[in-house]
Every structure is written in C-alpha cells, then in structure tokens.
C-alpha cells in the first residue's frame, strides 16, 4: 500500500509541465490565431494595448511595449519559456501615414520584449515580412540584403538586424502574406472582407501588381510549434507557399476552391505606397516578392503548400469538406497540403 502511493507521487512528480508562451499583441490577426493555435499544448498569456480582447482558454492583459517597465513585470511574472512579438503596425499603408507610430512599436516595441527576453532566458520569435526586399522579379534568400521599397518593410529589417545581432536566443520567421480570420470584429481582415463582399454577390477589383506567396496562418502556427519541439534557436527561415500570385490570381484559386464564381473577379491596383526616397520610375512594372524556401523545408523536412493547396486547407479548416484525403497536422517528412 505504502510502495503504491509512493509510486503514484513519484509519476505525478513526473508528468512534464507545460511551457508558457507569451503572446505581444494578442489583438492582432497574426497574434490570436497563433493564440488559439497554441492553447492547447501550452499555457498561453497575451498581451494588448487598446484593443481589449477575450480568447477562451488564455489569459489576455493589458500591456504597453514602448513602457519597458510593462514589459518587464509581463516577463517577470510569467517567466515564459517563449515569446512571440505580434504587436507593431502591419500595414504597408498604415506605416507609410504614420511613419513615427511605425518605427516605434515595429522596432523600439520589439527592442524593450528582446532585452528582457534575454534577462529571464525566454527565446524569442519575430514575424517579418518578405517586403523588406524591393520586389525584383528573383528569387530572395535569406542571406540577401534588405533593400525595401516601403516603411514597412524598413522597420522590418531594422528589427530583423537587432535582434540577430543582440539577442542569444531567437528565431524569425519571413513571412510571405498571411490570410485568415481575425477575432476583432471591428477590425476585419482583408480575407474577412474578401469572403464578406463574395458572400453578397459583389464584383471585387483585385491587385494585379504586387506579386507574393499566399499562406494559412495555421501552417505559420505548425512550423513554429515544430521548431520549438526541435529546439530551434538563432536561425532565420523563410516561410511562404512554393509560387507567388497577385490578388486577382489568389482571387482566381480561391473560386477554384470554394466554389465561386470567377467573374466576380476583375484586375486592379491596391496601393503600395513607397518611401519618399524611392523614385515612382522604380517600381513602374509588376513587384515580385519570391522567397526561397529551401533552407526551411530542408531543415524541417517538409515540403510546403502551393497557393491552391494552402486555400484547401484553409476551406477544410474553416467547415468546409475536406478536397483532399489527408491534410498535414505536422508531423517530419511530410507535404504540408
């Protein structure tokens, strides 16, 4: 009797416990859908600044990154074993009319999270963007020079070289351009409002310029969660579909996928404005944003979607039957499909 309630503290004793993720800017697209991604497998706490928001299952607080004694009692009180920064401007419009707005939470935001980051032995991971290159129709590496066209994509590079030249425990992901659902209602996605306006019959001019891939932010999710289960640190990898698209040509796809009509679908052009610097003469024809994916699907050993393979999961995902047999959940040696 005595050896059995011995033994029975001994495997309570063992049970692993869970590691704790903190979340900066819970609020956002990117940052709630990692959230729910995560809960599940981790004890999950997000932070917001203004934009209340309640996610079953975590733990949301308020929190200002430019205060760095913030960012410090958040760090301090949970001791995270991971941080990911999703706060920050992530419009290419919105950071070119507020340029200082831009710069402070896309970089001095992510500057206070990676010092402390470093104090309480928290890895941390950074969200960037494949814009941090000027669209030239190549394939990009990730060993090549930043040279973007916008303030977006500047702040992102800046925050890129920070934290790899001070941080001793990180990963970043560049991502090509995320779709999905949001959780604040006032505050749609452009894929909420793509899917609103197609609901209700309305013809969509789609950007037939700007070039990129096109993910689920769940894969954004599946890739994270592998690196941490393989312990990944101080790399930078490249996340984005196999080929690249316009808009108007995920548009396209998207009807293949969904089931919608094509003709609802005609070419246009969204604004990219650039930096004051950057001549218009520039960027006269289209702008490719072609990430290579090697070194992540290497390292991984996964096989990453195309647009249209991305899209059926993303129907899958959201109700919808499944096109396919079998969709990655994301084990090694895989086809994410």
């Known amino acids: 009797m005595v050896i059995g309630r011995k033994t029975k503290i001994v495997e309570e004793e063992e049970e692993p416990k869970r590691k704790t993720i903190v979340i ?10 990692l959230a729910e991604f995560f809960k599940k497998d981790y004890k999950v706490v997000g932070t917001y600044h203004k934009n209340s928001v309640r996610v079953p299952g975590i733990l949301t607080i308020p ?40 710069d402070a939470l896309n970089t001095s935001g992510l500057f206070n999270v990676a010092e402390y980051c470093q104090r309480y ?20 590496f990730e060993m090549d020079i930043p040279d973007s066209l916008t303030n977006y994509g500047k702040t992102q590079a800046a925050a890129e070289f920070y934290i790899q030249k001070t941080s001793l425990n990180y990963v970043i992901f560049r991502c090509s351009r995320l779709y999905g659902r949001g959780i604040v209602a006032q505050r749609p996605t452009w894929f909420q409002n793509f899917q609103r306006k ?15 891939g096109f993910m689920d932010v769940y894969y954004l ?19 984005s579909s ?23 679908f005609t070419k246009g052009r969204w604004s990219f404005p650039l930096n004051q610097t950057q001549s218009t003469t520039q960027v006269e024809d289209k702008l490719y944003f072609k990430m290579d994916t090697a070194n992540l699907e290497g390292f991984l050993n996964i096989e990453l ?3 249209k393979e991305s899209l059926e999961f993303t129907y899958s995902r959201l ?12 084990s090694e040696g895989i086809k994410f499909i």
């Not at 205060?67 to 920050?88: H, M, N, R, S, T």
């Not at 999710?221 to 996340?239: A, E, Y």
């Not at 108007?248 to 919608?260: L, R, T």
């Open 24 to 33: 900066f800017g819970v609020s956002s697209f990117i940052g709630s859908n």
């Open 63 to 102: 929190c200002d990154v430019l205060a760095k004694e913030e960012v410090q009692l958040i760090l301090f009180a949970f001791k995270p074993d991971f941080v990911i920064y999703c706060a920050g401007v992530s419009s290419v419009y919105d950071c070119h009319k507020n340029e200082d707005r831009a």
């Open 121 to 140: 032995k928290a890895q941390i991971c950074y969200i960037s963007s494949s814009f941090i290159f000027a669209g030239q129709k190549k394939p990009y």
């Open 198 to 212: 197609i609901s209700q019959n309305k013809s969509l001019a789609m950007d037939d310029f700007i070039n990129t």
């Open 221 to 239: 999710g599946l890739i994270i969660k592998m690196c941490i289960d393989k312990k990944v640190s101080n790399r930078l990898f490249q996340v």
């Open 242 to 264: 196999r080929d690249i698209s316009t808009l108007h040509g995920f548009s396209k796809y998207y009807a293949e996928v969904f089931g919608v009509g094509k003709d609802l």
């Open 305 to 307: 979607p195309t647009i």
């Open 319 to 330: 109700g919808g039957q499944s096109l396919k047999k079998s969709h990655s959940q994301g």
